[in-house]
């Protein structure tokens, strides 16, 4: 009895660190779970700037996903619905009014400018064999913005839940900025739904936000509502609405949808009943009004853990500051191997040292003979030239020798020259550099960063309480 004990106890271990670090909670610095980063990739893999239909990327991704092609779909329509990584055609459905999508095998994707800017760059990434082991996949994305924070996010693994609201663009890029700076930040929620809600109590992603939706009065007998709580839709808020009206907590005439892809509900009110006077009730009582506790688990250095938002954003922007050091440091080494290899070549046409090999039979002595050729002129070369720089210099077409143009070689080694000085100011500056690609991506990527939920306050009551039993 107690081997099966210890295989039960055993096998429940295994299965709850599966669920937590292989499908339910996000990667700190990607911000992504592992089927959306196998999908990003596989998008990037067969990216050719067309669209390519659902069914075949869910396809092409079920070779690094053991789970089928159902889980893969409805995670690229949650990104998609998001709005910032992928690009669409067709009918994703609706979030705000609870419309499914269209069929995998109907609609289209692919990458979108700033995924493609900002998630990948194959010289920082490291790779893990696949579930099956035929195929290689991303540890973690280099993403470049804070897209655990952008996206928000929602699981639920083996006792532990996340759940992260999404943020506003602009801010949290300004907030990234701002910490650089050396100055104090701030950032709050930005709901795809829009509406109204009250942060006072947020402390920075461990307390909770009161959010309402945004109604209109049209007149004393007339409201509408346009924008929603998130994690509602339209449907779950009428519903909400008839209920209360049902029990006898408010009084309606009549609720109509003419919602399209916006929402807009209609309220009409009976005699003896005015706009002014069920607004509260409305938001005591119905799904114009939610309270949401934010959870914020994450993975990081493959274990689970609880930071504020704010460590968060400090935790990306280092990395970023890292990412970007790293893409210097590997632009620095090309062109100074650039400058090697030009100022070989330049040497080599310019004193005529071909002359010097022709006497060699084999590829190997050749090799020997033309580094032989280039000894007395070490003193000109930033380093010392290798075989690879010999071989490449004996497969120098003739046509490259005969239009050799010496005030054009100098010029363009004094390019390469100054592109090095640059790259070395910049490394001994990070902050600065990161500063200003920050600021490029806000320019460039501004209409993505238009908030949609207002910020103001509004007094909360007992009554959230009352409601979320409700």
């Known amino acids: 009895m107690q081997n099966v004990s210890e295989l039960f106890k055993t096998h429940f271990l295994h299965y709850a660190s599966y669920v937590i670090l292989e499908r339910a909670i996000p990667h700190v610095l990607d911000g992504l779970k592992p089927v959306q980063r196998r999908l990003l990739w596989t998008l990037f893999r067969m990216d050719d700037n067309k669209m390519h239909k659902v069914a075949n990327i869910a396809g092409r991704t079920m070779a690094l996903h053991p789970h089928g092609d159902a889980p893969i779909v409805e995670a ?272 080599f046409i310019k004193h005529k040292l071909y002359d010097t090999i022709r006497t060699s039979d084999t590829s190997s002595l050749l090799e020997e003979k033309v580094l032989q050729a280039l000894q007395p002129f070490l003193k000109e070369l930033p380093s010392s030239p290798t075989r690879e720089d010999a071989s490449y210099l004996i497969s120098i077409p003739i046509r490259k020798i005969l239009s050799f143009n010496e005030e054009n070689t100098k010029s363009s080694l004094e390019s390469i020259d100054k592109e090095i000085i640059l790259v070395n100011e910049q490394l001994t500056d990070m902050c600065k550099v990161t500063i200003k690609y920050l600021r490029k991506l806000i320019t460039k990527y501004k209409t993505l960063g238009e908030r949609k939920t207002k910020i103001a306050s509004f007094a909360t009551k007992a009554h959230c309480e009352e409601k979320m039993l409700f």
């Not at 109590?201 to 307390?207: H, L």
């Not at 998130?230 to 005439?253: M, N, V, W």
């Open 76 to 347: 690229l329509v949650v990104l998609a619905n998001k709005g910032y990584l992928i690009d669409t055609q067709g009918n994703f459905g609706n979030p705000l009014t609870g419309d499914p999508h269209a069929a995998a095998r109907y609609i289209e994707a692919r990458l979108s400018s700033l995924a493609k800017e900002t998630l990948f760059n194959t010289d920082l990434m490291t790779f893990h064999p696949s579930y099956d082991g035929r195929e290689s996949e991303p540890d973690v994305l280099p993403a470049k913005i804070p897209l655990l924070l952008l996206h928000g996010v929602d699981g639920i693994a083996v006792g532990m839940t996340t759940k992260i609201f999404p943020h506003n663009f602009t801010e949290l890029l300004q907030s990234q900025i701002r910490y650089l700076e050396g100055k104090n930040f701030q950032f709050y929620p930005d709901f795809p739904s829009g509406g109204v809600m009250d942060v006072s109590n947020y402390q920075d992603g461990k307390g909770s936000i009161v959010v309402r939706a945004s109604i209109e009065i049209v007149n004393n007998k007339t409201l509408t509502i346009k924008e929603l709580c998130p994690y509602t839709t339209t449907e779950s808020l009428i519903r909400s609405i008839e209920l209360a009206a049902k029990r006898g907590l408010l009084k309606i005439d009549s609720i109509q949808d003419f919602s399209t892809e916006k929402p807009e509900i209609e309220i009409k009110l009976p005699k003896g009943c005015y706009a002014e006077e069920i607004l509260p009730k409305l938001f005591k009582h119905t799904e114009c009004e939610i309270t949401l506790f934010p959870q914020t688990t994450v993975i990081h250095k493959n274990k689970p853990i609880e930071p504020t938002l704010s460590e968060v954003l400090r935790l990306h922007t280092d990395t970023l500051l890292g990412l970007l050091q790293k893409e210097l440091e590997i632009r620095k080494a090309e062109l100074q191997q650039t400058r090697l290899r030009k100022t070989v070549e330049y040497l």
